[in-house]
């Protein structure tokens, strides 16, 4: 369960010419996007994996696309490298690419990818609901025993935990995920000047990895059931 990708697609019903195909990419740090600049300007130049990049390139430099667009958390624009964490690329250039190549419709990828949030907690769907109410009393004692063992060797005196701030990462990410949705529908047409006039359109959904649901003593029991939830 080291890396999970899953992928949804939805149905056409509006013209290519009025509308764009809408792509959300959601998921941890390998969403994020992890392939460094230079490593992959040397891939591309080096003639044993050039062929490899080709298709990403104009002459000697990267593509940036006129018909498929990206926006993900601060940065937008045309399709191009660079739009993973700062200075890397992610797998939405290939993905952009190939929807891009298979519509005739533009194409707008939203990434909304943090590393190390689990489906489990950060990512969790409202769907899921919270963990038993038994699971949260031993996270806030822990919690709770951990502050105190820390003021005691350090002579402070932090205030404990609450169960309100137990309860508060649960959902946080899904959360920021579906705002970055609405907020992307709400001004695609500043962010984008070219598809002004044009009606969104929910294509698909991309989830991209588990990593995190690996660890802890519930996580990788509820991975199946949480994943569920979430699709």
Known sequence: MGAA???????ASVSAEETVKVFLLAGQSNMEGKADQKLIDHQATDPKTAELFKHLRTGDAWTVRDDAFIKFLG??????????????????LEFGYMMAEKFDEPVLLIKAAWGGHSLYQKFRSPSAGMPSDEILAAELENAQAKVKKDNEKSGKNDPLPTMEQIKEPYGMSYRNMMEELEETQANYETLFPALKGKKLELAGFVWFQGFNDMFGDHAPGEYASNMKHFI
């Open 5 to 11: 990708l899953a992928a949804v697609f939805l149905g």
């Open 75 to 92: 940065r937008h624009g045309g399709l191009t490298t660079g739009f993973g964490s700062p200075g890397k690329t992610g797998p939405e």
